[in-house]
């Protein structure tokens, strides 16, 4: 297991580089860097940019909060599409990392072909089923 993981970080480290980056772009304005092996990932927080919440390249993730512990709805919730359960957003980007480390160089390419930041994204649909579930964040099952 930890072989697979070695080579979907060293896949994924083209977009691991532009998360790092965009990142450490925020350091001077107040974000911290923190490794979180719960998400596979190195984590910027308090990131000071944005409408709020967070953003995954590679194994990095960006975002604007205190902890990816807080909760949030799914893509499907906000657009009005159903009710569910509030999910933990760590949960939601850990899909995005896992999608990362397969797909790598290739998954932002997919991504944006599949509707960018959108309730109509299968990733996002993906990393939503995973945060409620625990498993699918594979976009195509």
């Known amino acids: 297991m930890w072989t697979l993981r070695l080579l979907g970080i060293a896949w994924t480290a083209p977009n691991t580089i532009v998360g790092l980056l965009l990142g450490l772009a925020g350091v001077p304005f107040g974000a911290r860097l923190r490794l979180q092996r719960r998400e596979l990932a190195l984590v910027f927080r308090h990131w000071p940019w944005g409408p709020g ?5 590679g194994n990095v993730i960006v975002h604007t909060g205190e902890t990816l512990d807080r909760l949030c709805m799914t893509y499907a919730h906000r657009a009005g599409h159903c009710i569910q359960p509030l999910m933990r957003l760590g949960d939601h980007e850990r899909a995005h990392v896992l999608q990362y480390m397969v797909l790598g160089p290739l998954f932002l390419p997919l991504y944006l072909l599949c509707g960018g930041i959108s309730v109509r994204n ?6 939503d089923r995973y945060a ?5 964040w594979w976009p195509w099952s």
């Open 53 to 57: 919440g967070a953003i995954t390249f």
């Open 122 to 127: 299968r990733f996002e649909r993906a990393a």
């Open 132 to 136: 409620l579930t625990g498993q699918g």
